[in-house]
C-alpha cells in the first residue's frame, strides 16, 4: 500500500523560509502527480500546489504563487515544497498527496492518496 510522510515543517518567524518533504513508501507508479495542500485551524482544506508526473508542469494557488516552488525527484519518490516570505496566514497542517488521474494535476482535495500531514508555524 502507498504511504506518504511529510518532514520538515515547524516554528518560523514572518519572511522566513521553510522546505517541506513528502517521500513515497511502498509500491510507487510512475505516473503519478503530486500535491500539496494545506489546512488552517477552523478551515477547509484548501489547495496549495501540484506538479504534474514528469515535473515539467507546476501549478499554484493565487495566495502563494510567488512565494512557494513545488518540484520533485523521482529517483528518491520525493516531492518537495520550497516556501520562502512566509506569512502569517501560511500557518497550517500541510498534506502530501498523490493521484493518478491522467492529464493535468486537480486543484481539488480528491487525490488518491494522502500524508498524515506536518504543522507549519508562522508567528508575527
Known amino acids: 500500500q502507498v504511504q506518504l510522510v511529510e518532514s520538515g515543517g515547524g516554528l518560523v518567524q514572518a519572511g522566513d523560509a521553510l522546505r517541506l518533504s513528502c517521500v513515497a513508501s511502498g509500491r510507487i507508479f510512475s505516473r503519478s502527480a503530486m500535491g500539496w495542500f494545506r489546512q488552517a485551524p477552523g478551515k477547509e482544506r484548501e489547495f496549495v500546489a501540484a506538479?504534474?508526473?514528469?515535473?515539467?508542469?507546476?501549478y499554484y494557488a493565487d495566495s502563494v504563487k510567488g512565494r512557494m516552488t513545488i518540484s520533485r525527484d523521482n529517483t528518491k519518490n520525493t516531492v518537495y515544497l520550497q516556501m520562502t516570505s512566509l506569512k502569517p496566514e501560511d500557518t497550517a497542517v500541510y498534506y502530501c498527496?498523490?493521484?493518478?488521474?491522467?492529464?493535468?494535476?486537480?486543484?481539488?482535495?480528491?487525490?488518491?492518496?494522502w500524508g498524515q500531514g506536518t504543522h507549519v508555524t508562522v508567528s508575527s
Open positions: 506538479i504534474n508526473w514528469s515535473g515539467s508542469a507546476t
Open positions: 498527496a498523490a493521484d493518478q488521474t491522467v492529464g493535468r494535476p486537480k486543484q481539488v482535495p480528491s487525490y488518491d492518496y
